[in-house]
T-cell receptor
Framework: EAAVTQSPRNKVAVTGGKVTLSCNQT?????MYWYRQDTGHGLRLIHY???????EKGDIPDGYKASRPSQENFSLILELATPSQTSVYFC????????????FGKGTRLTVV | QQKVQQSPESLIVPEGGMASLNCTSS?????YFWWYRQHSGKSPKMLM?????GEKEEGRFTVHLNKASLHTSLHIRDSQPSDSALYLC???????????FGKGTSLVVHP
């Protein structure tokens, strides 16, 4: 089965600090995504990538950066974390051809205090 | 604004009953639809996909798609308590493959 691994699984950060969430996939998928999930908002797309070296802004990119140094790895960076970024973050990967599903990691619970 | 609207927000059905969930996209470029299921504390997993007009059945689950109205529906017959979960609809244009999710429908199947 397709594997998407996120780290850390839980993180407590201080306001104003820098946070990096990491994601690794062994599916050889071109596309990778970062979503956040909050009660009442569902899953919202932050950044996505079509392949190594590419990053694209999703629907809610403000306050976040992304990095895709290789096919397998996709990071989400919060340069100056704020309490409003407290959420559950999911990384996902999928095939560029578009007719396959998106596979999700287990999620990272981030709390900014 | 939410491009993918789901209804109802929550649904309670008795065990053995039929659950019907709806999803509509406001993006005319959408080509693909998926239904994902997310149990509490877990990550979403794809339940069914549909890309063409019509109906698709897999076991107790049936999805319908009307591309003209950009509306899809998921029907679960003989609902089981294990079906209790958040059901998420996702839609994507064919060109850039950027799945957008709705807020979900919370389904509770009571014994």
């Amino acid at each position: 089965e397709a594997a998407v691994t996120q780290s850390p699984r839980n993180k407590v950060a201080v306001t104003g600090g820098k946070v990096t969430l990491s994601c690794n996939q062994t599916n050889n998928h071109n596309n990778m995504y970062w979503y956040r999930q909050d009660t009442g908002h569902g899953l919202r797309l932050i950044h996505y990538s079509y392949g190594a070296g590419s990053t694209e802004k999703g629907d809610i990119p403000d306050g976040y950066k992304a990095s895709r140094p290789s096919q397998e790895n996709f990071s989400l960076i919060l340069e100056l974390a704020t309490p409003s970024q407290t959420s559950v973050y999911f990384c996902a990967s999928g095939d560029l051809r578009g007719r396959t599903e998106v596979f999700f990691g287990k999620g990272t619970r981030l709390t900014v205090v | 604004q939410q491009k993918v609207q789901q209804s109802p927000e929550s649904l309670i059905v008795p065990e053995g009953g039929m659950a019907s969930l709806n999803c509509t996209s406001s993006d005319r470029n959408v080509d693909y639809f998926w239904w994902y299921r997310q149990h509490s504390g877990k990550s979403p997993k794809m339940l069914m996909s549909i890309f063409s007009n019509g109906e698709k059945e897999e076991g107790r689950f049936t999805v319908h798609l009307n591309k003209a109205s950009l509306h899809t529906s998921l029907h679960i017959r003989d609902s089981q308590p294990s079906d209790s979960a958040l059901y998420l609809c996702a839609a994507s244009p064919g060109g850039n493959y950027k799945p957008t999710f709705g807020k979900g429908t919370s389904l509770v199947v009571h014994p």
